[in-house]
Every structure is written in structure tokens, then in C-alpha cells.
């Protein structure tokens, strides 16, 4: 058995179920498999086996979703990457992942068309279209114009690789990270359990799906035959009218996109009484923002704090007002442990390296044995995140080893002062990084975006952040303030581009 196996099973058991919901397209679970299927037996009729790679270059769309399971049903391993990458990005990963066959759409061709020069494995005929008919490209429509009968089984183990998932590059060079059909059913039925999805719940998802992220819920919610709404992209009005239309039990989203929800003159928590998860993931809430949206939809918050390469823990919606700013503890067959800089192990309170095993644990970066050992040295992930335990043994974090600052050897977190600068009224979200100090080698320096309407200053926040951290060294340098920040496709800020932005001009301007 196999993760494909699950839409061919709720084809035959609960046929008539909703299964997918895309713009004015809802299919049943029995019209999506035969939609899959077409898909998988034209893939095999082109020569497409077991353990050969395609990718895919798509924004959030159904053919998106055909492709997931189509790779599932057939032992394809998929690709998915990112629709802003550029030509040489594009290649570069096309060409460590050894794809064989690309997915993508007009809007992207001239893209596709920069990095298929160097590829030679994208000749004529291993670019598909999925929304017309170009030179050099097959058209979805036609390609899948096959039989919609199951496609011929390929015997697949569960440690047979199922898709490779390139990080985002927010903290360095994207790395290809494998994960299993075993993997992704532990994905299944841990977040089913974590999330309490049940076959009768209606699932909505508005951010980018090329993201692991999105699979946190997008696994658990076809292994119970449940109802998948996906947008195009994240719209707040299109989300909190389609919570209201089609009573949405779960949903989740990125900070940005929680504040912007609760920030819309259409958020009315009384329309939104359907909702059982608010997961909030990617990066963390701050706690005026987690007090807000406990005060409006009170016992549906969820955090969850993970990495790609698969560990992974959960703050329930039980325990989100009793502890607050933990992201919660492991997912259960999971172990960890904060290690101190010297390798001893922390106790409650200290903080240090966050350390994990879980059973959604990569077997290892694709084609680098020596990333894979460096990471996981002993079997146990190196997170390179910073945090420590409470005498209940869970977990808070406190930033990223890269992105703490160190001034005059003083160690400064920038989370701490995030969470002081977003408790400003007219501050909607904060960023604080480190930039170049002749004195003291770094100082933080924070980035702002204010909420509409609002005329406070950066000096006036300077001042306004400085008498209220908790030691002088917190205090920031400067202040910017921008109309919008750097995000990747899944929503997540982009400090790096932030700092890089300020170093290269060095005029307090980003």
C-alpha cells in the first residue's frame, strides 16, 4: 500500500463525496480520480516510471493537485517549486533534481524557455502546458487524454521516494529535501489525529501549495475523505467569504496572513463560528496577535512549529491561553532535546540548539550524503534553532542561530524585540536583524509596517521601542519604515533580503 492509493480508495467508498473545490470547479471524489488517472496513465505512456523525477513550475491550480496524486499513484517522484523563480534558478534546481518532465503554464513559458537551453532532458515534448499550446510544449487537455481507468500499479515500497521538497532559501542555498510515501503517510495520520480532521470537515487552503507547509494539511485531509477548497492565492476577502459560504472547519495560514484576516473591515468572528483550526505556521505569532485572535475565536488556535526536513511540534488548541508563546511539544514517536554549545543536554529554561526526532523525518538531502550527515549527525536533526523548555517540557522559541545578533558579544534576540515593536497601535508587523556597527560589530535595526492610516514615525518608534526593552543593548539603532516586506510564495518574510537590501545601501533606506 501507498499513499496513491488513497483517492482510488475514497473513489470507491464514498464516490459522491466532495473531494476538490477550485474556483467554480468542485468535484466529487469519484470524477477526481478518473482526473488523476488520466493524468497518471499519460505519464506512463510517455515512458514515465517508478523513481523518475518531474517538477513542476504552477501556481496554485487543479492540475497542481492531479499532479500530487498522479506522482502517488504512479512512483513519480515530484518536484514542486517555486513560480518566482527565474531562469537560472529554475535550471539550476531542474538540473540537480534530474527532471525528466516539467509542468507549467504561458505565463511562466518565458521562464521555462531560459532555463530548458540548459537541460537537455527538456527537449520537445517534456514541457507540459497546463492552460494552452505552445512550440515545443504538449497542452495539458490533450496530453491527458488517455484512459481514466487505474493506471498499471508500480509496486511501490513505503521508503520508495515520493517527492523532493527544495528549501525556500531564506536561510542559504535551496537543498533537496527527500521525502517518502512513508513519510507522507505518517503525515496523514499524525496531523489528522493533531488537527482532529475528520472525513465530514472542510479543509481551505489559500497559500501556496508548493510549500511544506501546505502538505500539513493537504495529506490529512485526502487520507480521511474529506473536502480540499484551494485558492489561487491568498485573498483576505475571498477567504473569509469562503469560510462563511461553505462552513469551513480548518484552515491555515502564515502570521502575515492571520494579521491581515483580523485586520479586514469584513472580519466578523460571528460568520466564522464554523472554523475548529486556525494553524498558524512559518514563522511565529506574536502574542498581541495570538491575545487577539484567542479574544474573537476563542478555542481554535493552533501553532505549529516545524522544519521541512521533518521535525515537527504542535501547540493544541487546548493548551494556546494556558501557554502562550510555546510552540507546543513533539508530535507523538518524536524525541527532543536542547543541547548546549558545549554538546551537554539543557535543562528547563536553558537555552540552546533544538535537537529532534520524529517519524516525518527525512531519510536525508537528495544527492548530499554530506549535507545529510552534517544535519543529522547521529540520526537527530540539528534544527539551527534557538529555544529552551519549560518544567513541562515544552517548547519555546527564541530565534534562529543565524539570525541572533551579536553585539559587543552580547547575545540579542530579535523576537524579543519584535514582540515589543508589534505592540505599538500603529504597527502592524515588525522585522529586526542585525546591520554593521563600528563599535559593536552589530546593532539591531528594525523594519516596520504600519496598519492603514497610520503617520507615526521612525524616530518616534525608535524612541517609543527603546524605553521599553528590557536592556540597553536591545535597543534598535534605527528604524525603517516600508509599505510592504520581501516575502518567498508561502508568505514568510525574507530577512535575509532585508539585511542584504540595508548593507548594500548603507543610507537607512530598504
Same mark, same amino acid.
Not at 157 to 182: A, C, E, F, Q, W
Not at 283 to 292: G, Q, S
Not at 476 to 490: G, H, K, L, Q, Y
Given at each position: 500500500?501507498?499513499?496513491?492509493?488513497?483517492?482510488?480508495?475514497?473513489?470507491?467508498?464514498?464516490?459522491?463525496?466532495?473531494?476538490?473545490?477550485?474556483?467554480?470547479?468542485?468535484?466529487?471524489?469519484?470524477?477526481?480520480?478518473?482526473?488523476?488517472?488520466?493524468?497518471?496513465?499519460?505519464?506512463? =505512456? %510517455?515512458?514515465?516510471?517508478? /523513481?523518475?523525477?518531474? +517538477?513542476? !513550475? *504552477?501556481?496554485?491550480?487543479?492540475? $497542481?493537485?492531479?499532479?500530487?496524486?498522479?506522482?502517488?499513484?504512479?512512483?513519480?517522484?515530484?518536484?514542486?517549486?517555486?513560480?518566482?523563480?527565474?531562469?537560472? =534558478? %529554475?535550471?539550476?534546481?531542474? /538540473?540537480?533534481?534530474? +527532471?525528466? !518532465? *516539467?509542468?507549467?503554464?504561458?505565463? $511562466?513559458?518565458?521562464?521555462?524557455?531560459?532555463?530548458?537551453?540548459?537541460?537537455?532532458?527538456?527537449?520537445?515534448?517534456?514541457?507540459?502546458?497546463?492552460?494552452?499550446?505552445?512550440?515545443?510544449?504538449?497542452?495539458?487537455?490533450?496530453?491527458?487524454?488517455?484512459?481514466?481507468?487505474?493506471?498499471?500499479?508500480?509496486?511501490?515500497?513505503?521508503?520508495?521516494?515520493?517527492?523532493?521538497?527544495?528549501?525556500?532559501?531564506?536561510?542559504?542555498?535551496?537543498?533537496?529535501?527527500?521525502?517518502?510515501?512513508?513519510?507522507?503517510?505518517?503525515?496523514?495520520?499524525?496531523?489528522?489525529?493533531?488537527?482532529?480532521?475528520?472525513?465530514?470537515?472542510?479543509?481551505?487552503?489559500?497559500?501556496?501549495?508548493?510549500?511544506?507547509?501546505?502538505?500539513?494539511?493537504?495529506?490529512?485531509?485526502?487520507?480521511?475523505?474529506?473536502?480540499?477548497?484551494?485558492?489561487?492565492?491568498?485573498?483576505?476577502?475571498?477567504?473569509?467569504?469562503?469560510?462563511?459560504?461553505?462552513?469551513?472547519?480548518?484552515?491555515?495560514?502564515?502570521?502575515?496572513?492571520?494579521?491581515?484576516?483580523?485586520?479586514?473591515?469584513?472580519?466578523?468572528?460571528?460568520?466564522?463560528?464554523?472554523?475548529?483550526?486556525?494553524?498558524?505556521?512559518?514563522?511565529?505569532?506574536?502574542?498581541?496577535?495570538?491575545?487577539?485572535?484567542?479574544?474573537?475565536?476563542?478555542?481554535?488556535?493552533?501553532?505549529?512549529?516545524?522544519?521541512?526536513?521533518?521535525?515537527?511540534?504542535?501547540?493544541?488548541?487546548?493548551?494556546?491561553?494556558?501557554?502562550?508563546?510555546?510552540?507546543?511539544?513533539?508530535?507523538?514517536?518524536?524525541?527532543?532535546?536542547?543541547?548546549?554549545?558545549?554538546?551537554?543536554?539543557?535543562?528547563?529554561?536553558?537555552?540552546?540548539?533544538?535537537?529532534?526526532?520524529?517519524?516525518?523525518?527525512?531519510?536525508?538531502?537528495?544527492?548530499?550524503?554530506?549535507?545529510?550527515?552534517?544535519?543529522?549527525?547521529?540520526?537527530?536533526?540539528?534544527?539551527?534553532?534557538?529555544?529552551?523548555?519549560?518544567?513541562?517540557?515544552?517548547?519555546?522559541?527564541?530565534?534562529?542561530?543565524?539570525?541572533?545578533?551579536?553585539?559587543?558579544?552580547?547575545?540579542?534576540?530579535?523576537?524579543?524585540?519584535?514582540?515589543?515593536?508589534?505592540?505599538?497601535?500603529?504597527?502592524?508587523?515588525?522585522?529586526?536583524?542585525?546591520?554593521?556597527?563600528?563599535?559593536?560589530?552589530?546593532?539591531?535595526?528594525?523594519?516596520?509596517?504600519?496598519?492603514?492610516?497610520?503617520?507615526?514615525?521612525?524616530?518616534?518608534?525608535?524612541?517609543?521601542?527603546?524605553?521599553?526593552?528590557?536592556?540597553?543593548?536591545?535597543?534598535?539603532?534605527?528604524?525603517?519604515?516600508?509599505?510592504?516586506?520581501?516575502?518567498?510564495?508561502?508568505?514568510?518574510?525574507?530577512?535575509?533580503?532585508?539585511?542584504?537590501?540595508?548593507?548594500?545601501?548603507?543610507?537607512?533606506?530598504?
Amino acid at each position: 500500500m501507498h499513499i496513491g492509493d488513497l483517492i482510488t480508495h475514497h473513489a470507491r467508498y464514498r464516490p459522491c463525496h466532495p473531494a476538490v473545490v477550485f474556483g467554480d470547479t468542485r468535484l466529487n471524489y469519484a470524477a477526481f480520480n478518473r482526473r488523476v488517472n488520466r493524468l497518471a496513465n499519460a505519464m506512463q =505512456g %510517455l515512458g514515465i516510471e517508478k /523513481g523518475q523525477t518531474i +517538477a513542476t !513550475l *504552477l501556481p496554485n491550480c487543479l492540475e $497542481l493537485l492531479e499532479i500530487y496524486w498522479a506522482a502517488a499513484k504512479t512512483g513519480v517522484v515530484v518536484v514542486p517549486l517555486s513560480p518566482m523563480l527565474l531562469g537560472a =534558478g %529554475l535550471a539550476s534546481l531542474l /538540473g540537480d533534481s534530474d +527532471a525528466v !518532465l *516539467l509542468f507549467s503554464n504561458s505565463a $511562466l513559458r518565458g521562464v521555462v524557455d531560459a532555463a530548458r537551453e540548459s537541460i537537455g532532458r527538456l527537449a520537445d515534448g517534456r514541457v507540459v502546458l497546463v492552460d494552452g499550446v505552445a512550440p515545443g510544449c504538449l497542452d495539458y487537455s490533450t496530453f491527458t487524454d488517455t484512459s481514466d481507468e487505474e493506471p498499471r500499479n508500480p509496486e511501490l515500497s513505503p521508503d520508495d521516494i515520493y517527492n523532493i521538497m527544495y528549501t525556500s532559501g531564506t536561510t542559504g542555498l535551496p537543498k533537496g529535501i527527500v521525502h517518502t510515501h512513508r513519510i507522507r503517510a505518517n503525515y496523514c495520520t499524525l496531523m489528522a489525529s493533531a488537527f482532529r480532521i475528520n472525513p465530514e470537515s472542510v479543509v481551505l487552503h489559500t497559500g501556496s501549495i508548493v510549500f511544506n507547509g501546505a502538505f500539513t494539511t493537504l495529506m490529512p485531509t485526502f487520507y480521511k475523505g474529506a473536502t480540499y477548497i484551494l485558492h489561487p492565492q491568498f485573498d483576505v476577502e475571498a477567504l473569509i467569504e469562503t469560510i462563511k459560504r461553505d462552513k469551513v472547519t480548518h484552515t491555515m495560514m502564515v502570521p502575515s496572513q492571520i494579521i491581515a484576516m483580523m485586520a479586514s473591515p469584513r472580519f466578523d468572528p460571528a460568520e466564522m463560528r464554523s472554523l475548529e483550526m486556525i494553524l498558524s505556521l512559518g514563522a511565529p505569532l506574536h502574542n498581541e496577535y495570538k491575545d487577539a485572535l484567542n479574544h474573537h475565536l476563542p478555542g481554535r488556535f493552533y501553532e505549529l512549529y516545524g522544519l521541512t526536513e521533518g521535525f515537527v511540534t504542535i501547540l493544541d488548541r487546548n493548551d494556546a491561553v494556558r501557554k502562550q508563546g510555546s510552540v507546543g511539544v513533539p508530535i507523538p514517536f518524536s524525541g527532543m532535546r536542547i543541547e548546549l554549545e558545549d554538546g551537554s543536554i539543557a535543562g528547563p529554561n536553558q537555552i540552546g540548539e533544538i535537537v529532534g526526532s520524529s517519524p516525518l523525518l527525512m531519510p536525508g538531502y537528495f544527492k548530499r550524503p554530506d549535507l545529510t550527515a552534517h544535519a543529522m549527525p547521529d540520526g537527530w536533526l540539528r534544527t539551527g534553532d534557538l529555544g529552551y523548555t519549560d518544567e513541562d517540557g515544552y517548547l519555546y522559541l527564541v530565534d534562529r542561530k543565524k539570525e541572533m545578533i551579536d553585539s559587543g558579544g552580547v547575545k540579542i534576540y530579535p523576537h524579543d524585540i519584535e514582540e515589543i515593536l508589534v505592540r505599538h497601535p500603529d504597527v502592524q508587523e515588525a522585522a529586526v536583524f542585525g546591520v554593521p556597527h563600528e563599535k559593536w560589530g552589530e546593532t539591531p535595526l528594525a523594519a516596520v509596517v504600519l496598519k492603514p492610516s497610520r503617520s507615526v514615525t521612525a524616530e518616534q518608534l525608535k524612541e517609543w521601542t527603546n524605553l521599553r526593552v528590557s536592556a540597553r543593548y536591545q535597543r534598535v539603532s534605527d528604524v525603517v519604515i516600508m509599505t510592504a516586506f520581501p516575502r518567498n510564495a508561502a508568505g514568510k518574510t525574507l530577512k535575509r533580503e532585508l539585511r542584504d537590501a540595508y548593507w548594500q545601501g548603507r543610507d537607512g533606506k530598504i
